[in-house]
């Protein structure tokens, strides 16, 4: 039903500007679909309006769509900044290949429910790829690790993070120590779920590493390249499947590595900070503020469209700041003094369907009422616990109102063939 187009080349500067009006995110990239409308539409005078479904869809809905064997979806789960919004949350993009994997990178604060949006068992979302240890790119990794596990994901979660320049400042130190942090939520799950899911299995790779494989199965190859960011210990990915390359950036100043290693990617996803003039009139930086953070610690939308113009993807994505009517236009003016390729900046839920020949740009509808898909293996018995039981003081204040809870049970045991007893 829905058909790919062509991202239009630098020369269709007429459609582009088109295509920016309709949209206003999009900046020479075709974002719809289409596909033939039939004679409904021409017969519609003086007829009944069709019940049936609509010919093409304008947006994906999770859920709908097979990928092709040889197609890649990129799902936007977080474009913002560290505070997430409503609008957009911190750094996160869900990565699904045809071949049925999936990856995450990044997990920044707020992400979660978009990823949960994208209607996909927990099972099947179980690598992820951290850049760095800011909060804005894996903040939601507890949420996502414990909830998930109570919320059906039964194979262990599996993370993959840089080194730091001290041990202590790497993704091993820090993962060991959040699941100390949350001691208390893993005990109150012992004897109650089936713990498969809570597994954590962190692999940390060396932040110098240059260009190395750190993930390579079912024709999948991630590498690593250093980033600049803040201190040392950032890193950003080159993923390859199938002649696709996707190259995500995390965060990071412009440098020589992802300059040599990331040319012709097929899909290039790099920061681009709001520009130096709109930290200090939006985000009330102080000048020296802006310029350190947007174009030192970061990189700002000229620095972006600098090293879009020197890599050359088939389609340049930049993400990391507030995207809103009066601050799109200057980003991608900015962009646009030194690029002229196929440039989109991204919001949440926008999603990038990528072939050889296509790349089609759309946004995501999503269910605010979304329920987590459940599990693709059965449930194993669960062993006895082995938390702490209620304490005498704890146990002494139930109030347990059996003449209402003994009719619900027995009406479950009932419905469902069971013999469960309440527990006194
Ligand atoms: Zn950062
Ligand atoms: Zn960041």
């Known amino acids: 039903m829905i058909t790919t187009k062509k991202v239009f080349s630098a020369t269709l500067i007429a459609i582009m500007a088109v295509a920016f009006y309709l949209w206003g995110h999009i900046d020479g990239v075709e974002g719809r679909a289409t ?32 990928l092709a064997a040889d197609e890649m979806r990129v799902v936007a789960c977080g474009t913002g900044m560290p505070s997430p919004r409503p609008k957009q949350a911190a750094a996160c993009w869900l990565v699904e ?18 990823i949960a949006a994208q209607k996909i068992p927990y099972d099947y979302i179980d690598k992820i790829f951290i850049g760095h240890l800011h909060v ?26 840089p080194s730091g320049p001290t041990p ?27 713990a498969r899911g809570m597994a954590l299995e962190v692999t940390e790779f060396d932040y110098k590493a240059v260009n190395k494989v750190i993930y390579n199965k079912n024709g999948v190859k991630i590498r690593t390249i250093p980033a600049i960011h803040a201190i040392d210990g950032a890193v950003s990915f080159i993923l390859e499947w199938n002649g696709l390359k996707l190259s995500y950036s995390s965060d990071t100043a412009p440098n020589k590595w992802w300059l040599e290693y990331t040319k012709d990617s097929d899909i290039s996803i790099h920061e681009s900070f709001l520009a130096p ?11 020296g503020e802006a310029l350190i953070v947007g174009t030192i610690a970061h990189t700002s939308p000229v620095q972006f469209g600098k090293l879009m113009s020197l890599t050359k993807p088939r389609l340049a994505v930049g993400y990391h700041f507030q995207n809103d009517f009066d601050t799109l236009p200057i980003m991608i003016e900015e962009a646009r003094k030194v690029y002229d390729g196929p440039l989109v900046f991204s919001q949440d839920y926008m999603v990038f369907n990528i072939t050889k020949d296509n790349i089609m740009v759309r946004e995501s509808a999503y269910d605010e009422a979304i329920f987590p898909e459940p599990p693709t293996k059965p449930k194993l018995p669960v062993p ?15 109030e347990m109102f059996l003449d209402v809870l003994g009719p619900m049970w027995e009406e479950i045991n009932e419905e469902h063939g069971t013999d469960h007893k309440i527990p006194q």
């Open 97 to 114: 290949l045809g071949n049925g994997d999936k990856f995450l990178f990044d997990i920044g604060a707020g992400s979660h429910e978009r």
């Open 35 to 66: 596909g033939p409308i039939g004679e409904s539409s021409a017969d519609a005078a003086g007829a009944a309006s069709t019940t049936d479904e609509a010919p093409y869809l304008d947006v994906y809905y999770p859920g709908t769509e097979k």
């Open 277 to 287: 003039g709109l930290l200090i009139s939006k985000q009330k930086f102080t000048p």
């Open 136 to 161: 804005d790119h894996f903040g939601d990794l507890a949420s996502f690790w414990l909830g998930g596990t109570t919320m059906n994901r039964l194979t262990p979660l599996r993370v993959w993070g």
């Open 384 to 398: 006895p616990p082995s938390s702490p039981p209620f304490s005498e003081f704890i146990s002494s204040g139930a």
């Open 168 to 194: 202590e400042m790497g993704t091993a130190h820090s993962l060991k120590k959040m699941q100390e942090m949350y001691v208390w939520d893993i005990a109150t799950r012992s004897g109650v779920i089936d």
